[in-house]
């Protein structure tokens, strides 16, 4: 049934059953609601407002830069100082060979422009048919028709199936909490999934293979899900021995989220070859993301093309880039990825004290101020939840209910069903903003365990009852 205002609406809400709330004003890591309800806004959105919803630097920001120029197009010769300036600052240093980045708009744009131009390297190399590329199952990379395309995710893709592409197939996730198989030790199923990976490769032949794409840490499909140790080394020599780019896709996991400000700096690798970055990259004041690129794709496209074949009409906007400059002039001059890793530590342990022992919770995972819980059926047994039971989507609604705004997953992923919500609070969290968040997550979830453990209860009783 259509909501009335859903329905009297000019705008194409993303779901009609429900009234969605005005936000009328927002402060720190809350929103307050025009009923007069205030929410904690526990995820940053879908893990976006890391400094919260007010930042008087970044409105100066913006304001400066409007009333300087308000927009220029970067495929006339142009550019702008906080263009130029956010490049400096994110490559700097080089982080793992990285020296280049491209601005644009959402995520999903950034996965595009991030195919795209590792297929124009090849081109550039002399090797046009290097255009397959190797992804996850249970991944997402964006919502473009080109992002659908590398993103492993059953539901989001069903029907665009006409348009999605061939060249791309897909290995297990690094996902050992469901895909260890009993009595495997780590190293064993470390081992079974590079033997996959490099059988993938060896099957389409490395002179036919662009790329291999990847979350470093995964996000909404699995939830907060790290790669066990020696994954992403294993990925990495595998890359460089086929001569295959490593795309790692840090949307959500990027710029700090996990307690560094690339999440594969944990993961004992020279970095990627291409790498983007968004949501906490610009803090949500304006809409920006962004693709980072090694030295060597520059080098091979100044040899040949001299230029870049892909671009957007609101590719690196100034308004866009100004604003990420002050936000991450903010993170650094306030320190905040050691906060993100002290509230981290916080977080963690309040989540194992008050959310482990509760019914159905099967797993709590994470790096720095990213955690999930996943539920399962039977946890001791491993048995999951049907796909329609939609456990997480009720405990992120109730959650609402309870002032508290949290992720669920998003939908049917693919094989192996994940029920799980997200906790990823702004950098600038306190620790008892921390207490709070996660004492009405717990409040949610008993709420919605109770009817499931009454059936439960009646079930069993009618079954004794039977037998006597």
Partial sequence: MTDPFVAQSHILHRAFGQRPENVVTAEGIKLVLESGKTMYDATCGPSVSVLGHHQPKVTEAITRQ????????????FTAEP?????????????????????????????????????????????????????????????????????GHTSRREIYRDWISQNVSFVDPCYAFRLQKAGESSDQYLQRLRDQLEAEIIRLGPQNISSFIAETVSGTTLGCLPAIPGYFKAVRELCDKY???????????????????HAWEQEGIR???????GKALGGGFVPLSGVLLHQKIFDALAAGSKGLLHGHTFQAHPIATAAAVAVQKIIKE??????????GRILQKALEDMIRPLPFVADIRGRG??????????????????KNSKFCNKVVDSAFENGLNILG???????VHVEHVIIAPPYIVSESEIRDIVQLLKVSIEEVSRPTLEARQQTWSASVESRL
């Avoid at 409007?66 to 010769?77: C, D, E, I, P």
Wanted: overall charge negative.
């Fill in 66 to 77: 409007l009333n300087q120029v308000a927009y220029v197009y970067s495929g006339a010769r």
């Fill in 83 to 151: 263009n130029e300036e956010l490049a400096s600052m994110i490559l700097g240093s080089r982080p793992g060979g990285l020296s280049k980045a491209i601005f644009v708009n959402s995520g999903s744009e950034a996965t595009d422009a991030a195919i795209k131009l590792a297929t124009q390297y090849w081109h550039e190399r002399g090797l046009p048919n290097k255009s397959h590329v190797i992804a996850r199952k249970q991944s997402y990379h964006g919502n473009t028709i080109g992002a659908l395309n590398v993103s």
């Fill in 243 to 261: 001569d295959i780019l490593l795309i790692l896709d840090e949307i959500m996991c990027g710029m700090g989220k996990t307690g560094t400000m």
């Fill in 271 to 277: 970095g990627p070859d291409i790498q983007t970055i």
């Fill in 334 to 343: 306030q320190d905040l990825l050691k906060n993100v890793t002290k509230m």
């Fill in 369 to 386: 101020l990213f955690w999930a819980v996943e539920f399962l059926a039977d946890p001791e047994k491993g048995v999951a939840f049907p």
């Fill in 409 to 415: 997953n998003l939908g049917v992923t693919g094989d």
